[in-house]
């Protein structure tokens, strides 16, 4: 084999959140980590094809794949794709006289798995189960950068790296030569503790038609114990929600159809330690001062939402809060569409920010999020706007087509700017000002109407590997006290050249090794 592979065999219906992919791409590169070299697992997103139930379906031949990770649940053992790949993959082992080249992952839970009778009647179900199982269930909707998804996700790696690097074949309990077509073949089966079942999470389904266990989220809310699941199916409920607990709120069906609507109040205010929103239209309709979802304390996952707010910000974070912000959709604030203040913290990745009236996101008063894979344009002002001691870090964002400044530091802000793309922005790609600080470090900043980076009245910037190209302006814009280092940066092609005409006044500003 050229080179060993792992395929991940699931059922497409159990990637619906896109939880799985990521564990792909978080596994394989844990197992670069250990192992030394990067080994591929797949499928990648770009290879996926639909088998006949759904199922992701084996791109590549077996005979490429050196480990295969089935993952398991009700709809893995209902698909035929799911089941061949296992009994071919299991025939595979028993040629090879290995048994250890199979390592299930118990994601979803599994009547099948817990009774004896149905057990008894599933050979498949038997050898999977008794392989060297990974349970995932508790951690299924855990965040990917919490502790015991790490160790987790370490244990996984481990046994993947051990078996590539040549376990001891295991003698099986199989003849050695390849059985006909016709023969029935017994799999051996290790000596390996089944999975035991979990308790169940108490689930409340919210029905505005009266089909489910309340009408309204807030009365689901209030029945609710700490840890309870809250399945909302499509209707517009017209509410504001307090969630004062630890809950899981989840919407059913196409977001678009579950509706969330309140006038005079926080469409959604969360004052819990933790918890979870997910697959929601979030709407603050006006009338006051409040946002679209106000989060105060606690860790909240608020994903695959669409968030507006007619009143302020779509979005806020205060109060030492640290969520974890990923793929929503938060447009249209009548002030910004994420605003950062008052200590808040938190990871905001993935999500589409854009045409809000005020800032994309704005950092204040010792706020210190992490932005990274975002989308932010179309807004009325800058795109990122910090000041006021805020902090925080932006890694592989792209800025554009803002009104003002893709990116603006003033009045104590200070930003660490990495491999963003930061243009086509109405005034100058990055703007520090004002006693505001910025290291930028290998970001393209280009297109912007004005100049590429401009530091001005005390600003300091700290410019290196960025490639700041075809601005209407200079490619840098100093002056009134503006000052740092600017070295090992592409400066050409820029309208009125590399440089402001009077940097030569500057005494601030070191240049070391740029390409004008």
């Known amino acids: 084999m050229a080179q060993p592979a792992g395929f991940m065999s699931y059922a497409l219906v159990d990637d619906s959140d896109g939880r799985l992919q990521q564990f792909r791409a978080e596994l394989e590169d844990e197992v670069w980590a250990h192992l030394g070299e990067q080994i591929p697992i797949r499928p990648r997103p770009e290879e ?123 003698p099986t309990q199989v003849e050695p030569d390849s059985p006909d077509e016709n023969d029935e073949v017994t799999f051996a089966l290790p000596d390996t503790p089944r999975p035991t079942a979990i308790a169940t999470t108490t689930q409340r389904v919210v029905d505005p038609e009266g089909r489910g266990d309340y009408r309204t989220i807030t ?3 209030k029945a609710a114990q700490n ?82 707010s007619g009143s302020r910000d779509c979005v806020a974070i205060r109060g030492g809060a640290e969520p974890r912000i990923r793929r929503n959709r938060i447009h249209h604030g009548k002030a910004g569409g994420i605003y950062v203040y008052e200590n808040g913290q938190g990871t905001i990745e993935n999500n589409e920010i854009l045409s809000c009236s005020f800032a994309g996101v704005a950092i204040r008063e010792g706020g210190n999020p992490v932005l990274r894979g975002n989308r932010i344009y179309d807004g009325s002002a800058a795109g990122v706007h910090v000041s006021d001691r805020g902090q925080g870090v932006l890694e592989d964002n792209d800025i554009f087509r803002n009104a003002s400044h893709g990116v603006a530091i003033k009045t104590g802000g ?33 297109a912007n109407r004005e100049a590429g980076v401009a530091i001005t009245r005390g600003g300091n910037l700290e410019a290196r590997e960025n490639r ?49």
């Not at 790949?85 to 099948?112: G, H, K, M, N, W």
């Open 468 to 516: 700041i190209n075809r601005n209407g302006r200079e490619a840098v814009f100093v002056r009134s006290g503006g000052g740092g280092t600017i070295e090992d940066n592409d400066l050409r092609d820029n309208a009125l050249g590399a440089w402001h005409r009077s940097i030569g006044d500057q005494p601030n500003l070191k240049r070391t090794q740029n390409k004008e």
């Open 227 to 308: 840890g309870d699941r809250i399945v909302v199916r499509p209707g517009t409920y017209i509410e504001g929600l307090v969630i004062d607990k630890p809950l899981e709120i989840i919407g059913a069906g196409d977001r678009q159809q579950i509706r969330i609507e309140a006038t005079g109040c926080d469409a959604i205010l969360f004052v819990a330690t933790m918890g979870r929103i997910a697959n929601l239209t979030v709407r603050q309709l006006g009338e006051g001062d409040w946002f679209g979802v106000e989060i105060v304390q606690g860790r909240l996952d608020l994903e695959d939402c669409d968030i507006r």
């Open 414 to 446: 200070n930003l660490t700017i990495r491999r963003n793309r930061i243009r086509e922005n109405q005034k100058s790609g990055v703007y520090v000002h004002d006693l505001g600080s910025a290291t930028l470090v290998d970001c393209d900043i280009f």
């Open 219 to 221: 009365d689901a809310i």
């Open 48 to 170: 996926i094809t639909a088998g006949k139930g759904g199922e992701a379906d084996l791109g590549p031949a077996l005979s490429e794949v050196t480990l295969l990770i089935p993952i398991l649940s009700p709809s893995f053992f209902n698909s035929p794709t799911c089941r061949n790949a296992l009994t071919s993959f299991l025939q595979r082992e028993t040629e090879l006289q290995r048994q250890d080249l199979i390592l299930p992952v118990y994601y979803i839970e599994c009547p099948l798995l817990h009774d004896e009778a149905a057990l008894s009647g599933d050979e498949l179900a038997q050898a999977v189960v008794a392989r060297q199982w990974v349970d995932w269930r508790e951690l299924r909707y855990e965040p990917f950068d919490s502790s015991r998804v790490g160790r987790a996700m370490t244990e996984v790696a481990v046994r993947i790296r051990d078996t590539l690097r040549g376990a001891p074949a295991i």
